[in-house]
Structures are given as C-alpha cells and as structure tokens.
Nanobody, 122 residues
Framework: QVQLVESGGGLVQAGDSLRLSCAASGRDFDRYALGWFRQAAGKEREFVASIARSGGHTYYADSAKGRFTVSRDNAKDTVTLQMNSLKPEDTAVYYC???????????????WGQGTQVTVSS
C-alpha cells in the first residue's frame, strides 16, 4: 500500500504558475505509476497527467500539454505537477494517485490522496 498527501494548491491569477507536490509513504514507491487527476465543481474527475514507474514516460491530457509538466523523484518518494500559464478552467481539486495496473484510466488507480484545491481567477 501507499499513502499520498498533496500540497501546493492555492488561489492564483490567470497566467500564473503553481507547483503541486505529492508525498508518498509506504513501500515500493517505484513500483507505482503516478498520476494527477482533477475534478471541477459539478463535473466528473478527469485525467491530467501521469508518469511511469521509472519516470521514463509521461502522459498528458490535451488540456495540459505544453503547460503542465509531471515529474517524480523515486529517491524522495515524491511526484510533482508544475502548472504554467494557468487558466480559469484549470480550477478544480487536484488529486494525486498511484497505480500498479495502469497509467491513464482513473479506474486503474488504486490509491488516492485527499486532494488540493487550485483556483485560478480571471
């Protein structure tokens, strides 16, 4: 099992940057693919970005490509999401998740953090 705790959310203006972090505790961090998902009010949870166990492959939603960067540090058991050029439509609760079964589909992620709120004002 792995426990995940996100941090770094907040209120920013459109065009600003924000860096989310997710700290993991438990065993075998490097055996999990890690992902970031978000859920805006009244909407379904959606995939944002993910990174393979070794960090060699990353995946992004179209909405995140070119603006967001996911990275991980297996020595520190952390995964980060650097978000640049933020837009009001990026406003959501952002969740960190871990999976041994997949890398994009939310249904394949077994462990989830509690979420961190990101609000982008126009």
């Amino acid at each position: 099992q792995v426990q995940l705790v996100e941090s770094g959310g907040g209120l920013v203006q459109a065009g600003d940057s924000l860096r989310l972090s997710c700290a993991a505790s438990g065993r075998d961090f490097d055996r999990y693919a890690l992902g970031w998902f978000r859920q805006a009010a009244g909407k379904e949870r959606e995939f944002v970005a993910s990174i393979a166990r070794s960090g060699g492959h990353t995946y992004y939603a179209d909405s995140a490509k070119g603006r967001f960067t996911v990275s991980r540090d297996n020595a520190k058991d952390t995964v980060t999401l650097q978000m640049n050029s933020l837009k009001p439509e990026d406003t959501a609760v952002y969740y960190c998740a871990a999976s041994q079964r997949g890398i994009v589909a939310a249904t394949t992620f077994d462990y989830w953090g509690q979420g961190t709120q990101v609000t982008v004002s126009s």
